[in-house]
């Protein structure tokens, strides 16, 4: 089912802690990225990466940071640094080519 | 950077009408434009796509239309289904410098289809 996969699907974290969003795909692409979803914000473009030990800065990607250290994998760190963590985050990737993304199912962190 | 504008953010309609959700964008360099799906709770998924070269795409009951000179594109729904009901997510990207592809989404349309 999409071949890319996200964990947890639900993640509890207290403040001032830092916590790590899983990203896995076996599809083989090169490109991946992370999104965060809020209501009605639509998706809003944190981090990306074109090839492995290479990624950018997107539109919001103060408070995180990622690696990209073997292809298959783009784990996003939330830090104590971001203010307002509570959101839904969904990664997705692609081929090398502008073709359409494939999404995670998504992960919903919760800050308590 | 591309701005992706999308309207409305809500659509409610009866079952069997149809439902057009618009969205414009700004460079005039995207070439490429999706559009997703996304169920309550699931991930977005691709449910027809468009390219510069063509003005409209047909998928059964779904279609979309592009119109380059005015840089805006549309999701036209017939025959509406209950099961029709989620968010929309239209989206624009481009071949860009080092050979990235940044895809710029909208802000999602929730579509309410009513039995």
């Known amino acids: 089912d999409g071949g890319i996969t996200q964990s947890p699907k639900y993640l509890f974290r207290k403040e001032g802690q830092n916590v790590t969003l899983s990203c896995e795909q076996n599809l083989n692409h090169d490109a991946m990225y992370w999104y965060r979803q809020d209501p009605g914000q639509g998706l809003r473009l944190i981090y990306y990466s074109q090839i492995v030990n290479d990624f950018q800065k997107g539109d919001i990607a103060e408070g995180y940071s990622v690696s990209r250290e073997k292809k298959e994998s783009f784990p996003l760190t939330v830090t104590s640094a971001q203010k307002n963590p509570t959101a839904f985050y969904l990664c997705?990737?692609?081929?090398?080519?502008?073709?359409?993304?494939?999404f995670g199912q998504g992960t919903r962190l919760t800050v308590v | 950077g591309e701005n992706v504008e999308q309207h409305p953010s809500t659509l409610s309609v009866q079952e069997g009408d149809s439902a057009v959700i618009k969205c414009t964008y700004s460079?005039?360099?995207?070439?490429?434009f999706p559009w997703y799906k996304q169920e309550l709770g699931k991930r977005p998924q691709l449910i027809i796509d468009i390219r510069s070269n063509v003005g409209e795409k047909k998928d059964q009951r779904i279609a979309v239309t592009l119109n380059k000179t005015a840089k805006h594109f549309s999701l036209h729904i017939t025959e509406t289904q209950p099961e029709d009901s989620a968010v929309y997510f239209c989206a624009a990207s481009k071949t860009a410098s080092g050979g990235s592809y940044i895809p710029t989404f909208g802000r999602g349309t929730s579509l309410i289809v009513h039995p």
């Open positions: 997705a990737s692609r081929r090398q080519s502008n073709t359409e993304a494939f």
């Open positions: 460079d005039s360099a995207s070439n490429y």
